[in-house]
């Protein structure tokens, strides 16, 4: 016999692989995990003759020749199945798109990719073969998509997440329905949870990074907990949030985090206590903790483990161009469009930033015949700048805030850098892959007409 399935605890992306495997491997069964997770349950009760599940009791009689695993590499994740197989030496591949999990399955072979959904990958793989869905299958890998891919908006995302999601949608699937699986935040007692968080959670910046932070005890395990952390990450917009659980009744702790940025990597600071998931969503379970001791000495953990935030002296440019302020507004125009900038810092005599002119400023001059006037007598003198140790997210409020593409970055009263939108859409680019220079010119070029048309503003920098 050979057989799929995925890991325990079976989510919307494990229902969405395997129902591609199927379609992929049809002499394959599938196999059952004991336990579904409860937003992902509805779906499976749906649609369960799609999947046609054999139980892993089944297993027992059987000689297993080949297994294929889907959404995870962890033995610890798939130790359910592994026990009623006699024989010991099947053939295994995997499919995985957990860059981070390491692969601990003894003779396995991964042929996954680094995906932002597991489901996206094997339909790349039904694409190609031409494989031809019915509209409730498609309807499954879809929300499979959507569900670990935050609706196409996470940062892991990649082309072939909606190239896949594209011909998911063309193979019949239905967005009605992929938003009713995932509108999950459906019953009093997640509810009840949602306000609750609301009103003690707690923002510490830490190491430059605002993360939300939270500690609720609990009577009794809620199922559904995942999607009301998610809600608070959407409304409050953190860098990451962590959430933690005390079930008193069974003395159980949960742990459940979320991340909008790669740099914070929380499935490698949640493995230190046994869990895990991708970079920007992990989780953990303990039992037999107290959870006020645990609390304490998680954020100790967080202190010591998280990785400093990309700062404005990281990213910043410092061969800045300048001019002086004694130099002629003409001299600014020409200089300007030989270095093909649409402002510049203006220098002092002792060597230090007194304004800056743009664009817009060297139009006024010229309106009125002006030209020849000096730099002081047209420049802005309300200098926006900032130091070295701010962070990127700070850059962009800034930036948006004061409608800017440049931000000066002073240290002892000396220009040493500045923030251009180009260096912070570069940065943009590296952690969410805004793709080619060509792409990012085009980009630059719509912010500036976003920013001019809100602001009635030439936008300098």
């Known amino acids: 016999m050979n057989i799929t399935f995925g890991h325990t605890n079976m989510d919307f992306d494990c229902l969405g692989s395997l129902i591609l495997a199927k379609k992929l491997f049809p002499d394959h069964v599938l196999v059952r995990s004991r336990i579904i997770h409860p937003m992902a349950y509805g779906v499976y009760n749906l649609y369960k003759e799609y999947f046609n599940f054999i139980d892993p009791k089944d297993l027992e009689k059987e000689k297993i020749e080949h297994i294929i695993i889907v959404d995870t590499s962890s033995a610890e994740r798939v130790k359910e199945y592994f026990k009623y197989m006699r024989n010991q030496e099947p053939r295994i591949t995997i499919y995985d798109h957990h860059p981070n999990e390491e692969c601990n399955i003894p003779g396995a072979e991964n042929a996954g990719k680094n995906w932002g959904a597991n489901t996206s990958y094997l339909a790349k793989l039904a694409m190609e073969q031409g ?37 998911l949608l063309d193979m019949g699937g239905s967005l009605r329905l992929v938003k009713s699986f995932l509108e999950t935040i459906r019953e009093d007692d997640q509810l009840l949870v949602l306000n609750q968080l609301l009103l003690m959670v707690e923002k510490k910046l830490i190491h430059g990074h605002e993360i939300l932070l939270s500690y609720l005890e609990l009577d009794e395990n809620i199922p559904g907990l995942a999607p009301v952390v998610e809600k608070i990450m959407e409304i409050e917009n953190p860098d990451a949030y962590f959430a933690v659980f005390f079930v008193r009744k069974t003395k ?31 989780s953990l379970m303990l039992r037999g903790q107290e959870g006020p001791l645990f609390y304490e000495e998680f954020l100790n953990h967080l202190e010591k483990s998280l990785v400093p935030a990309t700062c404005a002296k990281d990213v910043m440019t410092t061969d800045v161009f300048t001019i002086h302020e004694n130099s002629s507004v003409m001299d600014a125009s020409i200089y300007m469009e030989k270095v093909n900038h649409t402002g510049l810092p203006v220098l002092d005599n002792q060597g230090k930033i007194s304004g800056f002119i743009g664009l817009r ?3 006024k001059a010229r309106r009125v015949s002006q030209m020849h006037a000096p730099v002081s007598a047209y420049m802005s003198k309300n200098i926006i700048s900032s130091h070295p140790a701010v962070t990127m997210r700070e850059v962009e409020r800034v930036f948006f805030k004061n409608h800017i593409g440049h931000l000066p970055i002073i240290e002892n009263d000396t220009l040493i850098g500045i923030v251009t939108r180009w260096d912070f859409l570069e940065y943009k680019s590296r952690r969410k892959g805004l793709g080619t220079e060509d792409e990012m010119e085009k980009t630059v070029a719509a912010l500036q007409t976003l920013q001019t048309e809100s602001s009635g503003t030439t936008v300098e920098g």
């Not at 998509?145 to 594209?166: F, K, P, Q, S």
């Not at 742990?255 to 895990?276: E, P």
């Open 131 to 167: 494989i031809t869905l019915t509209s409730e299958e498609a309807t499954i890998a879809l929300t499979g998509i959507y569900a670990d891919t935050g609706r196409l908006i996470y940062e892991n995302v990649c082309r072939g997440d909606l190239e896949a999601a594209a011909w």
């Open 252 to 282: 159980t702790i949960l742990v459940i985090t979320r991340s909008q940025k790669q740099r914070i990597n929380l499935h490698a600071l949640l493995r230190d206590y046994g869990g895990g998931g991708h970079q920007l969503a992990a």
């Open 361 to 363: 400023d060297i139009m």
